[in-house]
Every structure is written in structure tokens, then in C-alpha cells.
């Protein structure tokens, strides 16, 4: 199968890295390529960075769908544009919420997301309450690391991992972590480690990538793609 990835912000410098992770978690027969906006915002963090970037999602969502690939990563923790985005492509289309939600949810009771600054946060909780999870989900955290800095590994990782021990051990609030943004490349499974390194138990760390990237190649290989009773095409489409 071909899986489209659309980086949902301004610019390509991420797009290699992106791919590396993407590819780490697929399986060998999947194809994967990356594409991200012409125009926009450089990164995803507020309500308006997302509506302000949909235009240029969907437009890449149908270059897509013409190009012929079998499913397409909208890679943000956000989910942007991705309910529309379904209306308009006969194929599985996600963001990195809901598949890593959807993990999470068979793994423990108590899930935590662990983001990257407070302006996410009500975006998060707006997500939780759609899906009518809110029970299931602890106090959202921040590791106050914005987007564009997240390549520093050693920095992000400690963040995490201090994050992570609260929630876990000092609050006792959660049972799982999950990554509340999909720049937080190649970090979950050292998260993993040091988590049960430092506290003696083992708590799963999900990745958002990965939850997608698994999550694509299964409805593929189920033959499943959106039901239009839900996302019914636009009456007025442009």
C-alpha cells in the first residue's frame, strides 16, 4: 500500500525526519511519501494555526486522492481538518489523535497526554470531549517546549520522562502516556525505558506515528475506508 503523510504546516525541513519515523513503523510492502503546505503557519499550536491551515490540508488531501495512494497521515497530535478531509477522500484518512487515542483506550484505564505548550490544551480537551472519553483522561501536561525546538532529543526526552513519573507515580493519576504531538520523533520507546527504569513498572508510551502509520495499514488490509453516512460529501464541493 502508499501512505500520503501531510505535514499540516508551512515548509519541508521536517519531511525527512518525519519519513524516518514513519517508515520505522511500517511494514515492508507499505510505500510512504510526505508532502507539506504551500502557505500557512509553520507550525500547529492553537485553534487558530488549525483553522488557519485547513485550506491547504484539504488541498493536499485531494491532490492525494488523485495521486492514488491508499491512505493519508494528516501529522498533527490536532487532528486538523481531518473530518472534512474524510468527506472528500475514499480512502482512511487520520491525524495522530484519535489512532493513538484508540491504543491507549485497550492498554489502561487512565490515559495522559503529554504536549508540548498551554495554548494545545484546550484543543485537547476539545478533542477528549467529542470522542466522550473525558473519564478516561487525566490532566493534560506540557513539557513547555515549543514545536520548532522538539529536535532536541536529550531535552525533550528529560521533559517527558518528568512529566510522566507525575502523572504516573506522584499523582497516580494515569496508566498510560500518550505523546500529545507528533513532533515528538523517536522518543516514545526510550520514554518507555526510563519510565520503568525510574518507577519499577511498566506503563506503555504511545506513539502517535506509529498508532497511525499501524492504524492506516490495518483498515487497508480490512478494506475499510470512512462511512459516508457520517462523512457525506460536500453538496457544494470546490
Known sequence: MKIRIILPIRGDALIPEVLNEARHWALPTTTIDAVSLHSGSTSIESEYDDVMNGPGILAQVKQAAADKVDAIFVTCFADPAVPAAREIADMPVVGGFEPAVLTALGLGERIAFITVLPEVLPMLRALSRS????????????????????????????????????????????????????????????????????????????????????????????????????????????
Request: glycine letters at 4%.
Open 131 to 238: 470522542y466522550g472519553i473525558e473519564s478516561r483522561i487525566a490532566p493534560p501536561r506540557v513539557v513547555n517546549i515549543p514545536v520548532q525546538q522538539l529536535t532536541d532529543r536529550r531535552k525533550l526526552l528529560a521533559a517527558l520522562l518528568e512529566q510522566a513519573k507525575d502523572a504516573v507515580v506522584t499523582r497516580n493519576e494515569a496508566d498510560v502516556i500518550v505523546l500529545g504531538c507528533t513532533g515528538m520523533l523517536g522518543v516514545a520507546q526510550d520514554l518507555q525505558a526510563a519510565l520503568l527504569e525510574a518507577t519499577h513498572v511498566h506503563v506503555p508510551v504511545v506513539d502517535p506515528t506509529a498508532a497511525a502509520i499501524t492504524w492506516l495499514e490495518s483498515a487497508h488490509r480490512m478494506g475499510l475506508r470512512p462511512s459516508r453516512t457520517t462523512y457525506m460529501p460536500p453538496l457544494n464541493p470546490h
